[in-house]
């Protein structure tokens, strides 16, 4: 018997002898990599927006991925903590936001540091205007590409496997329903 709250699927929850990686209250591996992947794309669009603006408007490359970074991490982060790993309620300071910040700092550190590099060589090869704009944004876009797997390894491993269940919000009996699993 397993008891899923409402608003999650059945097939989410995991048995500790169907996962070697069992946590309560969490979901499967697989579906937490593939929710974060999904909040991670969500927040990449959100930043290629503020990016591409930004540098159509000629802002310097590092203000403007420093400015697209953040408009994609604040939504980021609340989605991705209530759907990929499903935590509810006020996170823990030093626990939970504190490594949270660490991790995606890096992250935000890579995209900046990539797109100023990119910023730098379009500048004496007088790569201007739409091509410019082209450049830095893959530039920018690599960085996601290549720190999303180590992103989320050092989340998944580090900052939320270490925190307890979530407790469900109210009270529990009204707000849970009961699940058979063979």
Do not use: C
């Amino acid at each position: 018997m397993t008891t899923v709250s409402a608003g999650q699927h059945a097939a989410d929850q995991q048995e500790p002898a169907d996962d070697p990686d069992h946590r309560p209250g969490q979901p499967k591996f697989f579906a937490r990599l593939v929710r974060a992947l999904m909040s991670s794309g969500l927040a990449t669009g959100m930043s290629q927006v503020t990016l591409i603006v930004l540098l159509t408007m000629s802002v310097n490359p590092t203000v403007a991925s420093a400015a697209a970074f953040v408009a994609g991490a604040i939504p980021n982060y609340f989605v991705a903590r209530r759907w990929a790993w499903n935590r509810r309620g006020k996170p823990d300071f030093k626990r939970e936001l504190l490594p949270y910040l660490f991790v995606i700092g890096l992250g935000g550190i890579a995209s900046m540091t990539l797109t100023t590099i990119a910023g730098w060589i379009t500048e004496p090869l007088r790569i201007e205007g739409f091509v410019r704009i082209i450049v830095l944004d893959v530039a920018f876009l690599s960085s996601y590409a290549l720190v999303f797997l180590i992103k989320f390894t050092l989340l998944d491993r580090f900052v939320y496997s270490k925190l307890d269940a979530p407790k469900p919000a109210g009270k529990a009996a009204p707000a849970e329903v009961q699940a058979q699993t063979a």
